[in-house]
C-alpha cells in the first residue's frame, strides 16, 4: 500500500485550506465567465485596465477575477499582461472551436450552487433540497446540463474507436449528442435514439441541426417494459445508471442485453464510486451534486458491473474521459 500523501511527516494545512477556499474558486469563475473575461481576452493579451475597459468591470474586480484566475492556472500573467491558457481559449471564450462551456457553468451558479448552501441538512437527512426550474431557471438548467453532456459525448468520441460498429442503439439516454458525436466519427454508422417525454424532441433539434437525420431514427418508448428495438452491434447506456434504483438497473441491463445483437458490445457511462484507496475525485463530487440536487445516485463501480454480468454482459474495462465520468465496456455473452 502506498503512504498517503497527508503522511505524517509531510503533514501540512495546504490541503485542508485549498478544499475549504475552493467554494471561493468556483465563484470567482462563474462571475468572470458571466462578466465576459474569458472572452474579452479573446480579442488578445491585455491588462486589468484593457480588461476594464473591454467588459466594463471596475478595474479593482477586473484585478481580482483575473489574478484569481491566473492563480488556477486559467489565465496567465507576465509583466501585468494576462492571456487565456488554452483550455480557457478552447471552452469558455466563445471560439466555436468546441464545446462551450459557459452555459454549464451558469447552471451551477444559478441552479447548483443555491443547493449546496443548504447540503448540510442534506448530509443529515440524505434528502435533496427542493428543485426550482420555474420560468427562465428551466431553460438554465437544461442548457446547462445538455451542455455538459455535450462535453462529455465529444469526449467520448475521442477516446472510443466507434469505426468497427454499423448499428448504434442510445437506449434511455439524455441527450442525443452522443450519438451524433458517434456518427461523425464513423460514417458507416447508423443509430437509434430510444427514449421518452421532452427528451425525444430535445434529440430531434440535435439531430436535425446535426444533418443526420437520414441516419438516426428516434423512436419514444419506456426503457422499463413495452418492446425495444433489437439487433443492435454497439448499445449506449449514457446517463442512465444514476437516474435508476437498483431492481430498475438490473432489469434495464438485461433489455440492453435483448437489444443488442450476438458478440455485440455496451458503454455504460456515468459517475461511478471505487471499492479501492484511488478514489476519482470529479466521480465522488458528483455523487453529492446528484443528491443534493434531486436525489439521484452515483453507484459503486463493483455494483453496476454486478448488474451487468447477470444480465449476461461480461465487463472487460473501465476507462475514465477527461473532465467526464468514466465509461464500463462490456462484451455480451
Known amino acids: 500500500m502506498s503512504p498517503h500523501p497527508d503522511s505524517t511527516s509531510s503533514a501540512s494545512p495546504s490541503k485542508i485550506v485549498d478544499v475549504a477556499i475552493g467554494y471561493m474558486a468556483a465563484k470567482q469563475l462563474f462571475a468572470a465567465s458571466e462578466a465576459g473575461l474569458f472572452a474579452a481576452l479573446a480579442e488578445g493579451p491585455a491588462t486589468v485596465a484593457e480588461i476594464s475597459a473591454r467588459t466594463g468591470l471596475p478595474e479593482r474586480t477586473a484585478r481580482i477575477l483575473a489574478d484569481a484566475m491566473s492563480s488556477l492556472d486559467l489565465l496567465t500573467r507576465a509583466d501585468g499582461v494576462y492571456t487565456n491558457s488554452p483550455s480557457v481559449a478552447r471552452y ?53 446540463v445538455m451542455t455538459y453532456n455535450a462535453l462529455h459525448a465529444k469526449m467520448l468520441a475521442e477516446n472510443f474507436d466507434f469505426s468497427p460498429f454499423k448499428k448504434v442503439l442510445d437506449f434511455g439516454g439524455l441527450s442525443a449528442s452522443f450519438l451524433s458525436e458517434a456518427l461523425a466519427a464513423n460514417p458507416e454508422l447508423n ?20 444533418g443526420l437525420g437520414d441516419r438516426i431514427e428516434v423512436v ?10 433489437t439487433g443492435f452491434d454497439l448499445v449506449l447506456l449514457e446517463h442512465v445508471a444514476h437516474r435508476y434504483d437498483d431492481e430498475q438497473n438490473k432489469l434495464i441491463a438485461k433489455r440492453a442485453r435483448e437489444a443488442a445483437a450476438p458478440g455485440a458490445k455496451l458503454l455504460l457511462l456515468d459517475f461511478f464510486l471505487d471499492g479501492d484507496e484511488n478514489q476519482r475525485a470529479i466521480d465522488a463530487l458528483h455523487a453529492g451534486e446528484y443528491l443534493v440536487i434531486d436525489g439521484t445516485i452515483v453507484y459503486p463501480e463493483d455494483q453496476v458491473r454486478g448488474w451487468l454480468t447477470d444480465a449476461g454482459w461480461e465487463p472487460v474495462e473501465t476507462r475514465a474521459l477527461p473532465g467526464s465520468p468514466r465509461i464500463i465496456i462490456a462484451e455480451a455473452r
Open 92 to 144: 469558455l471564450a466563445g471560439s466555436k472551436d468546441d464545446v462551450d462551456l459557459r452555459p454549464f457553468l451558469g447552471f451551477l451558479d444559478a441552479i447548483s450552487y443555491g443547493h449546496w448552501l443548504g447540503f448540510g441538512q442534506t448530509a443529515r437527512t440524505a434528502l435533496p433540497g427542493n428543485l426550482d426550474i420555474s420560468g427562465d431557471r428551466l431553460g438554465t438548467f437544461m442548457s446547462g
Open 191 to 210: 443509430g437509434t435514439f430510444f427514449s421518452g417525454g421532452p427528451l425525444v424532441e430535445s434529440a430531434k433539434g440535435v439531430l436535425a441541426e446535426a
Open 220 to 229: 419514444e418508448g419506456d426503457i422499463l417494459e413495452g418492446d425495444i428495438p
